[in-house]
C-alpha cells in the first residue's frame, strides 16, 4: 500500500475519533434536558470520552504489534460504531456516561492505528508533516464536526448526531475491506510490552517532547470541556451560533498545521515548536486578561483562543515526531505511549475543567495559562535533551 493511501486511511480514522469529541458540544444543554440531568453532569461526557480513550490505548498498540494493523484497527471501528449507535437509547445521564466510555475505548483504538500507519510510512521531518495532516484532521473534527454537529441536531435532533458517527465509522469499516495493509513484526509476549513501555517513559527526551504535546492538547480539551457552558449560557448563544465558531477554530488550527507541513525541514523541529507552544501560551494569557478586565465581551475569549490553537498546532505535530524518534525502542510502542499519556492527561484536565464550569471565563483562562505554561517549559526542556544528546555523540 503506497504512503500516500495509507495517510488517507490514517486521517480518515483520526477524523473519526476526534469528531467525537466536538460533534456533541453544541447539543450539551439540549442532552441535559433530554436526560433529565444537569448540565454540567452532562459536560462529564468529554472527560469520560478521553478516559475511556486513554485506559486501552498501550493495549492497542501492543495488539497492533501482535496481529496487525487491519484487524485491530476494523475491532477498535466496531466497537465505536456499535456505542455511537446505542447512545441515542440512553435512558438517563448514567447510561449516557458508560456508552460515552465504550465509544471512547473504540476511539482510543482507531486513533492509535491512525499514528502508527502514520509512523510506518514517515521519519524524522517528514514523519512531523505527516502528523501535520493528521493535525489538519483533527482540526476539521474539532471545528467541522462542531459546525455538523449543530447543523443536525437543529434539523433532526441531538440523536442523529450520534448515529451519524455509527453510519460513518461501518462505512469506513467497508472501505478497509479491500484494502491491503502490510504485516507487522509481532512481539514476543505480552509481557515483554509493559517491560519496553516502562524502558520507554523512564527516557527523559522522550517523557519531556511527549509532555509538551500532551499539556498543550489539554488547553483544547478545557476551553471543549467549559465554553459550550459559557458561551451558550452567560453570553447566551444559540446552539448553532456556537456550532458557527468552528470555522475561526478550524482556520487557526490549518494554520499552524501548514507551517509546520512547509517549514519544518527548513526552520528545524526544535525552533517550531518553541514558537508554537509561545504562541499557545501567549493566546492563553490574552484569554486570561479579556476575561478578568473585559468580561462582557466574548471575543475576547475565543479570539486568544484561536491563536493558542494556532500554535498549538504548530508544537502538536512535532512534538509527537520528536518524542518517537527519542524513544529507546522502535515499532508502535512509541506512538502508543505517547497517544496513552495525552488522552490520560486529557481525561484529568477535562475532569478538572469540568469542576470549573460556570458562566465565568477566568477559571478557564487560568487554566490554560497553566496548561500552556507547562508545555513552554517541556519544550526548553526538549532543547536541553537535544543539547546533551548532541554533546554525547560528539565524545
Same mark, same amino acid.
Given at each position: ?278 504562541? *499557545? +501560551?501567549? #493566546?492563553?494569557?490574552?484569554? $486570561? =486578561?479579556? &476575561?478578568?478586565? /473585559?468580561?462582557?465581551? %466574548?471575543? !475576547? ?45 486529557? *481525561? +484529568?484536565? #477535562?475532569?478538572?475543567?469540568? $469542576? =470549573?464550569? &460556570?458562566?465565568? /471565563?477566568?477559571?478557564? %483562562?487560568? !487554566? ?28
Amino acid at each position: 500500500m503506497k504512503n500516500t493511501t495509507r495517510l488517507a486511511l490514517a486521517c480518515c480514522a483520526a477524523f473519526l475519533a476526534q469528531v467525537g469529541i466536538s460533534s456533541y458540544l453544541p447539543a450539551v444543554p439540549v442532552i441535559a434536558q433530554s436526560l433529565l440531568a444537569a448540565e454540567d453532569y452532562v459536560a462529564l461526557a468529554l472527560a469520560v470520552y478521553l478516559m475511556g480513550m486513554a485506559l486501552p490505548m498501550l493495549l492497542w498498540g501492543s495488539l497492533g504489534e501482535r496481529f496487525g494493523r487491519k484487524p485491530v484497527l476494523l475491532a477498535a471501528l466496531a466497537i465505536y460504531a456499535s456505542a455511537s449507535a446505542a447512545i441515542p437509547s440512553a435512558f438517563n445521564v448514567e447510561s449516557f456516561l458508560s456508552l460515552r466510555l465504550i465509544q471512547g475505548l473504540g476511539a482510543g483504538g482507531v486513533a492509535v492505528m491512525a499514528r502508527v500507519l502514520v509512523r510506518d510510512s514517515f521519519s524524522g521531518a517528514l514523519l512531523a508533516r505527516g502528523l501535520s495532516w493528521l493535525g489538519m484532521t483533527f482540526v476539521i473534527a474539532l471545528g467541522i464536526g462542531q459546525f455538523m454537529g449543530s447543523l443536525l441536531q437543529v434539523a433532526f435532533g441531538w440523536k442523529a448526531i450520534f448515529y451519524g458517527l455509527a453510519i460513518s465509522a461501518v462505512t469506513l469499516i467497508a472501505v478497509l475491506q479491500s484494502v491491503v495493509f502490510p504485516s507487522a513484526k509481532k512481539a514476543d509476549s505480552p509481557d515483554s510490552a509493559w517491560r519496553i513501555y516502562t524502558t520507554i517513559v523512564r527516557h527523559p527526551p522522550f517523557l519531556h517532547a511527549a509532555l509538551a504535546g500532551g499539556l498543550g492538547y489539554g488547553v483544547i480539551i478545557a476551553f471543549n470541556t467549559c465554553a459550550p457552558l459559557i458561551l451558550q449560557g452567560r453570553f447566551e448563544w444559540s446552539a448553532a451560533q456556537y456550532g458557527w465558531l468552528g470555522w475561526p477554530i478550524s482556520g487557526a488550527y490549518l494554520a499552524g498545521a501548514l507551517m509546520v507541513n512547509r517549514f519544518v525541514a527548513r526552520m528545524g523541529r526544535l525552533t517550531m515548536m518553541s514558537w508554537g507552544v509561545g504562541l *499557545a +501560551l501567549t #493566546g492563553a494569557a490574552l484569554m $486570561l =486578561l479579556g &476575561s478578568v478586565f /473585559a468580561s462582557g465581551i %466574548a471575543l !475576547l475569549l475565543w479570539l486568544p483562543y484561536c491563536l493558542a490553537i494556532f500554535g498549538q498546532s504548530m508544537s502538536y505535530p512535532i512534538s509527537l515526531s520528536l518524542a518517537n524518534d527519542q524513544s529507546p525502542v522502535g515499532g508502535s510502542y512509541a506512538i502508543a505511549l505517547s497517544g496513552f499519556m495525552h488522552q490520560l492527561m486529557a *481525561a +484529568l484536565i #477535562g475532569g478538572v475543567a469540568s $469542576l =470549573l464550569v &460556570s458562566q465565568q /471565563a477566568w477559571p478557564l %483562562a487560568f !487554566l490554560c495559562v497553566a496548561l500552556a505554561g507547562g508545555a513552554f517549559i517541556c519544550a526548553a526542556s526538549c532543547r536541553t535533551d537535544q543539547n546533551a544528546l548532541r554533546k554525547i555523540s560528539s565524545i
